[in-house]
């Protein structure tokens, strides 16, 4: 794999500060930001002068109970030419559940979950990751996600299921030291542990981003910056190999160049300094296999044996029917209201839904700023009233056109002047009336009709 160096995640709001920061060796972009065909300018500058581009997708849902969809896969395709980058990525996560596998509503999540560490989730994952392999011109590496809920009943740890992944598919892994910090303080997951287990040689790059607590939950919001905690497992990951490269992701909340340059210094100084002081100890690969001299601390705890694997073949039948039945409940819990499924923390998926909705309203405030604008401080409220039992629609364009339709039937806002700006900004959208109570209840009717 190509040496990458220190990387900044690209986004519009820094563009003008990423081409003037020093150190800045490669910069990763989300890829369903990118038009292959009209890449932005200050990309196109920043390939010009030599600087590496890499594609980062979300919406794949590798780990969802669905094959690849192909015109997601030829996107990503696309776009990776159109860079000339030297990998993608994407997430270890399913970002939608239901329809035709489970013969109920397809649901979006709008955010990316994470998959239950069993045999059969690996099973699915590791086919759809081949399906996906196929399918880019150039290597794949996938992410750990952070999460606020647990799956009941996992058979593995993260690293003993990120080993097997490789080990099935030679997949790359995206390590993102963060996600391990958001696990710690969520789950209660071990940082080193996983570290330890993970065959760290198959490590492409290294995400690097803040976060902040509230209530005993640790918030992974790319919109503060790099905690120490998160500099520490960056420094365990460096001592035991050199990262071809590391990462500082920032999506929100966007300092001044000069704060961005100095977390962009301080990921680099940990990098150099890990790497000196884990010359000289045992490094831990894969299974745990030695590579330097040294005594080695003994882990906090000793890694559990992997349960036995039922004797039945890789990709055996039933297998995404079962992961498509886990995943809609678990979906369905969070964006539709409906109860927990067995064996959850009924507090913590609730934590976990309303952190979708903030998610939701954010996004939706940046694709359509105008309904802030309108709303002013009733936005929010207005908007988790609007969308706590309502599944995301298939995209935030459209999920502002509903909402904004929701609000008008209701007779808001109750400013006579903001309802009519509301009402010509929806219309010029749209192209139509917004329809009157009669034909909302008519509509609601049919749709819980059809459901049955």
């Known amino acids: 794999m190509a040496e990458l160096g220190i990387g900044i995640g690209w986004r519009p709001e820094i563009a003008d500060a990423v081409e003037g920061l020093p150190g800045v060796d490669w910069v990763e972009v989300v890829a369903e930001n990118i038009c292959a065909g009209h890449l932005p300018d200050s ?8 600087v590496k581009v890499v594609p980062h997708g979300v919406s794949l849902g590798l780990g969802g109970a669905d094959r690849p969809d192909p015109a997601r896969l030829a996107d990503l395709a696309a776009t990776a030419e159109a860079l000339g980058s030297p990998l993608v990525t994407e997430h270890l996560a399913f970002v939608r559940a239901g329809g035709p596998l489970t013969a109920s509503p397809a649901l979006e999540a709008g955010h990316l979950l994470p998959v239950p560490r069993t045999w059969d989730a690996l099973d699915v994952l590791c086919e759809n990751v081949r399906i996906a392999q196929e399918a880019l011109p150039v290597p794949l590496a996938l992410e750990n996600v952070a999460a606020l809920i647990s799956w009941p009943g996992e058979e593995l740890s993260e690293g003993r299921f990120l080993a097997e992944l490789v080990e099935r598919t030679g997949v790359r892994l995206l390590i993102d030291v963060a996600n391990l910090h958001t696990n710690h303080v969520n789950r209660g997951e071990d940082p080193a542990r ?6 760290v040689e198959a490590i492409a790059y290294v995400h690097v981003a803040g976060g902040e607590e509230r209530d005993g939950v640790w918030h992974d919001t790319h919109a503060h910056p790099v905690p120490r905690q998160v500099l520490d497992v960056l420094a365990d990951l460096a001592s035991r190999i050199s990262p071809p490269g590391v990462l500082l992701e ?16 301080a990921i680099a100084a940990t990098v150099r300094t890990a790497a000196r002081t884990g010359a000289d100890r045992p490094l831990l690969v894969g299974a745990g296999a030695r590579v330097s001299g040294g005594p080695m601390p003994e882990p ?8 036995d694997r039922v004797a039945e073949p890789a990709g055996r039948p039933g297998a995404r029917e079962r ?4 995943q809609a409940a678990l979906l369905s819990a969070l964006v539709a209201g409906t109860p927990a499924p067995e064996g959850f923390d009924a507090q913590r998926l609730k934590v976990q839904s309303r952190a979708l909705l903030a998610k939701r309203a954010a ?9 802030r604008e309108l709303l002013g401080n009733e936005y929010r409220p207005a908007f988790f009233a609007y969308a706590e039992s309502r599944p995301m629609p298939g995209s935030y364009r459209r999920e502002a056109l509903d909402f904004a339709e ?6 808001r806002p109750a400013d006579p002047d903001a309802r009519r700006r509301l009402t010509q900004w929806w219309q010029d959208r749209v192209g139509v009336r917004p329809p009157g109570r009669a034909a909302r209840l008519v509509r609601a009717a049919r749709s819980v009709l059809a459901g049955r």
Do not use: Q
């Open 194 to 199: 996983a570290l330890a287990e993970l065959p």
């Open 300 to 307: 906090t705890e000793p890694a559990p044996e992997a349960p």
């Open 363 to 371: 996004v939706v405030a940046k694709v359509a700023p105008e309904l």
């Open 43 to 50: 990309l196109v500058r920043l390939r010009e002068r030599g």
């Open 406 to 411: 929701h609000l008008l039937v209701a007779g």
């Open 250 to 265: 920032r999506d929100d909340d966007f300092p001044p160049a000069r704060e961005l340059a100095s977390e962009l210094a």
């Open 323 to 326: 992961v498509a039945l886990a």
